[in-house]
């Protein structure tokens, strides 16, 4: 089993818990440790695989609440900064009656991750390498460290993985820098996931059938196209193959996209990244099966990280 490096955004995420209630009027929430990657290598570790994360966390209650959580999940910490400059950051959400979001992100140290910082990183100690959050397209220290590490990474001839994570109310009307960067580490990465409405926005494409025929036209990784309940598309040497997922009961949907990708990347985490690039479309088909088991198995709990750890590698062998 090789090793893992997440990287990106470490949050706590505060849902209001009155329903239907805007942020300005909420009195009661709910702590939740959050962030794309760390959910990532959250269920990478709890399935059972061996994974690092490189992260900044401030120097306060919060930003030591997102360590022991990783650390309870296994997940190594040994490259999470705490800063005693930055606050840890935030993100405030709230469901409204219309099914809209009431979002507020207070960023902190997060962002702040640098350079210097990523670059005391062995890459050689990994063979697959995770950059999974919109926030490393945010300007800041962290926007330089990402494509500083893909660099390296891509140099040292790491597996590339990337998922963009979008999220409009953190982009506004500057969605069109989004897909300028999303489209950079695209065409660096060797597997690449994404929504169904991610993929049409950063092609310009009225389907993902079209998408993922303009992804292949740019890139030559693998892609994962999640298309919901129906499960996910998965595009390979040129062609696109529809695996289905498991039938569920779900109760929340938060973190089966991260549950997927790390349940991708734990399978991949089998072989060198020589082996994987060689790998033909039926050992894709098998891997996509296991990694929507785990995706599906997520949402049948509340929240993400309490969902993962229901997750083992049980799971994808049943």
């Not at 993929?199 to 998408?211: D, F, L």
């Amino acid at each position: 089993m090789k090793n893992i490096l997440c990287i990106g955004e470490a949050l706590i995420d505060m849902i209001c818990t009155d329903k239907g209630a805007a942020l300005s009027d909420g009195n009661h929430f709910l702590k939740k440790a959050g962030g794309a990657p760390m959910n990532v290598a959250a269920a990478i570790a709890a399935l059972g695989g061996k994974v690092s994360v490189a992260a900044k966390v401030g120097h306060d209650p919060f930003g030591k609440h997102l360590i022991e959580v990783l650390n309870d999940f296994k997940v190594d910490t040994t490259h999470v900064i705490t800063s005693p400059e930055h606050f840890t950051t935030f993100a405030f959400v709230s469901l409204m009656e219309n099914g809209e979001r009431d979002f507020y992100f207070n960023r902190g140290a997060d962002g702040m991750l640098n350079d210097d910082e990523v670059s005391a990183i062995d890459v050689n100690q990994f063979s697959i390498a995770h950059f999974g959050s919109a926030t490393g397209f945010l300007p800041g220290p962290l926007q330089e460290a990402y494509q500083h590490l893909l660099q390296r990474a891509k140099k040292n001839g790491l597996f590339i993985s990337f998922d963009p994570n979008y999220r409009q109310l953190l982009f506004g009307d500057n969605q069109p820098e989004f897909i300028r960067r999303s489209w950079a580490f695209i065409k660096n990465s060797d597997f690449v996931k994404v929504s169904d409405e991610e993929a049409m926005m950063i092609t310009s494409s009225a389907s993902v059938e079209e998408a993922m025929h303009n992804f292949f036209s740019e890139s030559a990784a693998v892609f994962a196209i999640t298309i919901g309940k129906e499960g996910t598309l998965l595009g390979c040497k040129g062609k696109t193959i529809l695996v289905p997922s498991i039938e569920i009961n779900p109760i929340d949907t938060t973190g089966a996209g991260d549950a997927f990708v790390g349940a991708v990347l734990y399978q991949l985490s089998e072989y060198t990244p020589e082996e994987i690039r060689v790998m033909v479309e039926t050992h894709w088909i098998n891997i996509f099966k296991n990694a929507n088991k785990a995706g599906a198995r997520t949402c049948e709990f509340m929240g993400a990280m309490e969902a993962f750890k229901h997750l083992s590698g049980d799971i994808l062998r049943q």
